[in-house]
């Protein structure tokens, strides 16, 4: 049994179809990329799982278990987590009072050290508010209030999006070391490079479907196959 | 010109005024941030708490007692009407939100106006707050001066709650992102309950504190609900601090003003609002987002 199975599930925005029978599972331990265009529906997958955004049927399992239909809080403290596009930060809360809440409901929640072991510059910035932060702060936050929830999946959408090359580098390591501890992550991204540096399976989206599924390795050996099926250069 | 000590003992009644509005907008302006409901019967509440304080007045024949069992029959009154009535309309629009509060105020202030008549009713000021107190410049009434006083560790009280408490960190969380409280985890109409009834709670106090200083009518209210939505949009919307800072600067308008036309007062202080949401439409700690 998968971690976590998403079986043909449909998911509108209003009157717009946005998911058609979308199918995709992950194992337990496992880094999955989702590639595609802008609007192939990667986002809004995620927001499904998340329950940001219910589908209209099919179903969602994570370790057996429907969790479609549930409240977003709900399926949070069943171990998903996302990590949001727009990051999310409490601009008015200090860097310690957003890890405070995000542990609040967890129930093996880590430690500030060992967070800021993972994220020294969170702990130099420990005391400013969220709204001071840089861009890569942010995002490094908005993944720490994941991981000290001790999510056993981490949904990461455009982690490294907006962000200087040498800060895109330090997430890419962190996410790296993440996948190497066995982390378990989906992540939606436009670059697919650093994408495929620290993901090992990946699926291609196109307009609600899936249109590609495989290996990293196979994606990066067929450089065609990205642009074709996906419009996004390997 | 009105002459300094006239002056003096208008900023003070201003700094009277202005507490008072703090602690009103305050509950106000928590509700609207985290439950997204405006109330429009919080100024129904003010009387209702007035009128609590003037009825266990009669039977306690202690201010303090009063105002202790009083705060716990506001508690009671905020407790029911979320579990009875506002909880049903988190999910509907805002016009049905506003006007099911707007209805519930009307029913409130017809009850108190059927049960104690549309009469003024007195409230006397506590034994311990009897008198003037000499401040040199100025001879003030000492339970105004108390009242200064009174409100200022109340709102120190409601700080510490928001501040330093998880609850506090979770309104005020909610009150800036509440999707993502929900995506951490957290149940927010959880806490809707206990803000609904803080907020009663806060303008319940108020009306109490304030009877021995006006004619409690079953109408008195209206005039400080609209005062302390001035207020909130002054502060920035759902902004704890923005409504201890604006009732404070809105209060001084009013009274300082009308030392000099007092038919102008009210006039002032729209005008400053008008100004304000032409150069700071967020309000003075307000951030853009969630209205």
């Not at chain 1, 595609?36 to 927001?47: C, D, E, I, S, Y």
């Not at chain 2, 707050?129 to 120190?156: C, N, V």
């Not at chain 2, 601090?241 to 009308?258: F, Y």
């Amino acid at each position: 049994m998968s971690l976590l199975e998403v079986e043909r599930i449909n998911t509108l925005y209003g009157d717009s179809h946005v998911l058609f029978d979308l199918s995709i599972r992950v194992e337990q331990g496992e880094v999955v990329a989702l590639l595609g265009r802008n609007g192939a529906g990667k986002t809004t997958t995620l927001r499904s799982i998340m329950g940001v955004l219910a589908p209209k049927n099919g179903t969602i399992r994570l370790d057996g278990t429907p969790i479609n239909g549930l409240a977003p809080s709900a399926i949070a403290n069943m171990g998903v987590q996302l990590v949001p596009e727009e990051r999310a930060i409490f601009g008015g809360l200090t860097v310690e009072e957003n890890l405070r809440i995000a542990a609040l409901t967890a129930p093996n929640a880590w430690s500030f050290e060992r967070i800021y072991g993972v994220f020294p510059r969170l702990k130099e910035r420990r005391k400013s508010l969220g709204r001071t932060l840089s861009g890569g702060e942010q995002q490094m936050l908005s993944i720490a209030r994941a991981l000290i929830r001790d999510a056993r999946i981490i949904l990461l959408d455009e982690p490294f999006e907006g962000l200087a090359p040498l800060i895109v580098r330090d997430l890419v390591n962190i996410a790296a070391g993440l996948a190497r501890e066995g982390r378990t992550m989906i992540v939606v991204e436009q670059n697919v490079a650093a994408a495929l540096s620290f993901a090992t399976r990946v699926y291609g989206l196109n307009n609600g479907h899936v249109v590609f599924e495989g290996t990293s390795a196979e994606l990066t050996a067929n450089p065609d196959l990205a642009r074709d099926f996906l419009g996004v250069g390997a | 010109m009105p002459s300094w000590p006239a002056l003096a003992s208008q900023a003070f009644n201003g700094l009277a005024l202005g507490s008072l509005l703090a602690l009103v907008s305050s509950g106000l302006t928590i509700i609207l941030g985290t439950l997204g409901v405006l109330n429009f019967a919080h100024g129904a509440l003010f009387a209702v708490g007035a009128y609590a304080a003037f009825v266990l007045l009669q039977y306690t024949q202690s201010f303090l007692v009063a105002i202790v069992i009083g705060c716990g029959f506001m508690l009671v009154l905020g407790f029911l009407l979320e579990r009875v009535i506002i909880r049903l309309f988190y999910d509907r629009p805002h016009e049905d939100q506003i006007l099911v509060t707007y209805g519930v105020g009307i029913v409130l202030v017809e009850c108190v106006r059927a049960i104690f008549g549309g009469n003024a009713q007195r409230v006397p000021t506590p034994s311990w707050g009897q008198g003037a107190t000499q401040l040199g410049f100025l001879i003030y009434p000492t339970y105004r001066l108390q009242l200064i006083a009174i409100i200022a560790m109340l709102l120190a009280g409601l700080y510490l709650v928001l501040y330093r408490t998880s609850m506090g960190l979770v309104v005020r969380a909610g009150i800036e992102n509440p999707r993502m409280v929900g995506i951490l985890g957290i149940n927010l109409r959880r806490t809707f309950l206990l803000v609904f009834a803080i907020g009663v709670v806060a303008v319940g106090l108020a009306g109490m504190l304030y009877a021995p200083v006006v004619a409690v009518t079953p109408d008195m209210g209206a005039n400080f609900m609209a005062q302390s939505f001035v207020v909130i949009v002054l502060g920035g919307l759902g902004s704890f601090p923005g409504a201890v800072v604006g009732g404070l600067i809105a209060g001084e308008i009013v009274s300082l003003t009308s030392a000099f036309n007092s038919s102008y007062s009210e006039v002032m202080l729209y005008a400053l609002m008008a100004l304000l949401l032409v150069l700071r439409p967020q309000g003075l700690f307000g951030s853009e987002g969630r209205v």
